[in-house]
């Protein structure tokens, strides 16, 4: 796999596209710039790899704009050595820069394609997860509980399942809503039975779905 100095050129402007747009946090953006998005894309789009722009990678799904994967990692307050849930491996790019920022990731993905291609892409380039097969709406309650939870697609309503594998004090990112548009919503757990939401912004993104296929 190969990286080259123009790679490395045209992600270096990609960094300075997603700065321009809002994104303040230095260590996202150092991520932003060491991760290699082409790795990550099927062959047919590698020449679009640093367009700020989402992407198919098969399964119906896709890889994310990268200021989308900077803005939930940024809401996300990821310091070193958090115990994060991803729903979505997707790609495997959200996990990837998860990782660069020192996080212990926990991944899971319900498409097995995806599953198993991004576990060979990510393990071949050097990152190490822990990846799991399965329903993201059940989470993974048998690690929990996670000081941050990240969802990577479009929930029609906050799992109840996985509020409840969030630590007291921590955070999750979900983008809610239905095909129209998802809100950027932010919940942190205050209590055992309390809750805070609060909105960031419109995106769009995949349906998140139940079970397996």
Do not use: W
Request: aromatic residues 10%.
């Amino acid at each position: 796999m190969i990286d080259s100095y123009r790679h490395k050129g045209l992600r270096k402007k990609l960094v300075e596209t997603v700065q321009n747009k809002g994104i303040k946090n230095p260590k996202i953006l150092e991520a932003i710039g060491k991760v290699p998005r082409h790795y990550f894309m099927d062959s047919g789009f590698i020449e679009f790899a640093y367009r700020d722009q989402a992407f198919p990678i098969g399964a119906g799904q896709t890889i994310s704009q990268p200021y989308t994967v900077a803005f939930q990692t940024e809401l996300l307050q990821v310091t070193i050595h958090d115990k994060i849930l991803e729903i979505g491996t997707g790609s495997g790019y959200q996990c990837a820069i998860l990782l660069e920022l020192g996080a212990k990731v926990y991944t899971i993905e319900r498409q097995r394609e995806l599953y198993l291609k991004s576990r060979t892409l990510l393990n071949k380039i050097g990152y190490n997860p822990y990846f799991f097969y399965g329903d993201g709406y059940k989470g993974l309650a048998g690690q929990a509980p996670f000081d941050k939870i990240l969802i990577t697609a479009g929930a029609p309503e906050i799992p109840k399942d996985l509020l409840k594998q969030l630590k007291i004090g921590g955070r999750m990112v979900v983008p809610t809503g239905g095909s129209g548009g998802q809100v950027m919503t932010t919940v942190d757990r205050i209590s055992e039975k309390d809750y805070k939401e609060n909105e960031h912004g419109y995106f769009a993104f995949v349906p998140m779905l139940k079970g397996k296929q």
